[in-house]
């Protein structure tokens, strides 16, 4: 079993911390642990139908303005690409989404090229649910940011 996520040379804690959780359940599951002291509060999983991604309009540098995660609703600004070419005169171009979603991906790399996909937004029927479900499990892992395991039970 392979679990990927966040990116290269980076740790990101929320990630491991979903990683390590969907690992375990699995090999509960599989029979390959023992099954959990606490039963685990079941959720109903959303299922992005579609995606889409943003691509930079324009090389140069790009600052963005919408985290991994993000709620974000048609034609809202998730970043500003400037052109620091032009010295005298440069440009800025305005990413705005094409799409209402919520954030899945995107580059923290500050140097973009024309036609780089820069954020990844999953769509969804019911945004709303779908985001305070994001905000609820993000706001329960960082609430315990250094412990992943108490008595064999990812918390």
């Not at 769509?123 to 412990?147: C, D, G, L, Y």
């Amino acid at each position: 079993m392979l679990y990927e996520a966040g990116e290269v040379l980076r740790f990101d804690e929320l990630s491991i911390r979903a990683g390590a959780r969907g690992i375990l359940s699995v090999m509960r599951t599989l029979t390959m642990l023992s099954a959990t002291k606490t039963v685990p509060k079941s959720h109903e999983p959303f299922v992005a139908r579609s995606s889409s991604g943003e691509r930079a309009t324009q090389s140069g540098i790009l600052r963005s303005l919408s985290p991994l995660a993000a709620r974000v609703m048609k034609d809202n600004l998730l970043g500003v690409i400037s052109d620091s070419s032009a010295f005298f005169d440069p440009s800025e171009d305005e990413m705005k989404s094409q799409y209402s979603g919520i954030i899945i991906g995107n580059s923290n790399i500050p140097l973009v090229n024309e036609g780089d996909a820069i954020f990844h937004i999953a769509r969804f029927e019911a945004i709303q649910e779908t985001a305070a479900s994001v905000e609820a499990f993000q706001t329960t892992a960082e609430n315990r940011p250094n412990t992943v395991f108490d008595d064999q039970t990812l918390i």
